[in-house]
């Protein structure tokens, strides 16, 4: 793939990038290095001083990176204004509680270790490359980025081939606050040459985002030099609604929970698990509800779902659909490819669904519902479980018992009820299985990219 600016909308390329030489690559290595050394020796008041004024420099010119946003990926204007107000409440978050989250902890009975006194601290690893997609062009690096650099460490960013632009603004974001040059640097690469800089001795730990290969490959690389790694991968996130739910929120939810982002989510509901019950007036309020949303051009405030950021990734949407319909499955609305230009691909809820189609297993990422009809809680749990994915899961139920009872027996990292997922940086974000390993935002965020040092003292 190119790195280039290429309009979702309309198919157009806009702007084309020159990726860097390995000469290049190499410098901007050298410059994270000497800048992690730098920040090591600084002050949390300090760091919070330069995160603070970066975030003032992104929240001055949101209107301009918003549609930056919108231009490169497709996705609703609003949303991506939302995205990066999310990104400076992220930034001023950590500036905030960076010091506390790695605070040193005494041992309250340093005796039992035959010491006058134990301590815990936590110090930064170095420099931290990330790996990272497309669909949350300043979110998803943001959620790295920011714990890292108020730990103390450098950040490296290869950014997908689709968002150039949102990755060279990042390259200069932090310098604008104030911190030192080459404290993050964006490096425009494609992923054949993300080995090399892995394996570099200067780099020390990787955080990726993305899919399951690639998060296999990076891990493999990664582990074969003992360098740390945290892991954010796919999801088909379950949507569980029981009959003490409210109907009406629970259906209105679960259609921003599917095409937020125009479905393009890991963490957006896929499968909607629907108690035999109150199964038939869900899909009626959900379907219809669908059906309602304007489909258009993602710069118009009236736009609700906007373009698929990719034309492979539409292909690929389309051939989940067409493996499904063709295997018997029933399209309630939605379910082809409109005619003109940008790549679309209208809401669409598919029913009857059986386990040898793949988007029963695979991941659809874009506006494409799956909903399945079961007989109580247990299938419930057993239908939301079977996918090789673990990442997050929403429970609709009005019952406080049957609420817990989920909460113990859905195999995700993350499970909401009466609500959609979404992450906050107060929150622990991550999955089990086949989604990753690590956790990343609030206090487990910035640990991952420390060194947990013991102390004793006689």
């Known amino acids: ?80 204004v939302a995205e990066a107000n999310k990104c400076v409440h992220g930034m ?12 040193s902890e005494p041992l309250d009975d340093p005796g039992a270790v035959h010491a006058s006194q134990a301590w815990t601290v936590w110090q930064p690893l170095g420099v931290v490359l990330a790996v990272m997609p497309w669909n949350f062009p300043l979110w998803q690096v943001m959620r790295f980025a920011a714990p890292a650099l108020m730990a103390g460490n450098a950040g490296l960013l290869k950014h997908a081939s689709n968002v150039p632009q949102a990755a060279l603004y990042l390259d200069t974001l932090f310098e604008k606050g104030g911190f030192p040059s080459g404290s993050f640097r964006t490096l425009l690469i494609s992923s054949k040459d993300i080995e090399p800089v892995i394996t570099d001795d200067r780099v020390r730990a990787v955080t990726l985002t993305g899919s399951e290969p690639a998060g296999r490959s990076v891990a493999a690389i990664a582990g074969q030099h003992l360098k740390r ?78 373009p698929l950021a990719t034309e492979a990734g539409r292909h690929d949407l389309g051939e989940l659909v067409d493996d499904a319909v063709a295997k018997g499955a029933e399209v309630l609305v939605g379910g082809s490819v409109p005619p003109g230009p940008g790549w679309y691909y209208p809401p669409t809820v598919l029913a009857g669904l059986t386990d040898d189609m793949r988007i029963v297993s ?12 079961v007989a109580d809680r247990a299938e419930a749990a057993r239908v939301a479980n079977q996918t090789t994915f673990g990442l997050s899961s ?3 139920s009005g019952d406080a018992e049957e609420q817990e009872w989920f909460v113990h027996n859905l195999d995700a990292g993350m499970v909401f009820l009466n609500g959609m997922t979404e992450s906050f940086p107060e929150l622990p974000f991550g999955g089990v299985k086949n989604s990753g390993y690590g956790r990343e935002l609030t206090y487990a965020g910035i640990r991952e990219f420390c060194n947990l040092k013991t102390v004793w003292k006689g």
């Open 362 to 373: 695979e991941e659809a990422f874009g506006p494409v519902a799956s909903v399945y009809r």
């Open 394 to 396: 929403a429970v609709w």
């Open 229 to 306: 790694t945290v892991l954010e991968l796919g999801g088909s996130d379950p949507f569980i609604v029981m009959p003490t739910a409210d109907l009406d929120a629970a259906s209105t939810t679960a259609v921003r929970a599917r095409v937020q982002n125009n479905g393009q989510s890991c963490v957006a509901a896929k499968r909607f698990i629907v108690h035999d019950d109150i199964y038939d007036e869900f899909v009626r309020q959900f379907v219809a509800k669908m059906d309602k949303l304007v489909v258009g051009d993602p710069m118009d405030d009236g736009t609700d779902v906007g």
């Open 1 to 80: 793939m190119p790195i280039a600016t290429i309009n979702p909308a309309t198919g157009e390329t806009v702007r084309t990038f020159e990726a860097h030489p390995r000469e290049e690559v190499l410098r901007r290595i050298a410059q994270a290095a000497d800048a992690a050394a730098t920040l090591r020796s600084t002050s949390f008041a300090q760091r919070a001083t330069w995160m603070n004024a970066a975030a003032d420099v992104l929240e001055s010119e949101i209107s301009d990176v918003a549609r930056m946003l919108t231009l490169e990926m497709g996705k609703p204007l609003s949303q991506a």
């Open 92 to 103: 001023r978050f950590y500036a905030r509680n960076a010091e506390k989250f790695l605070a």
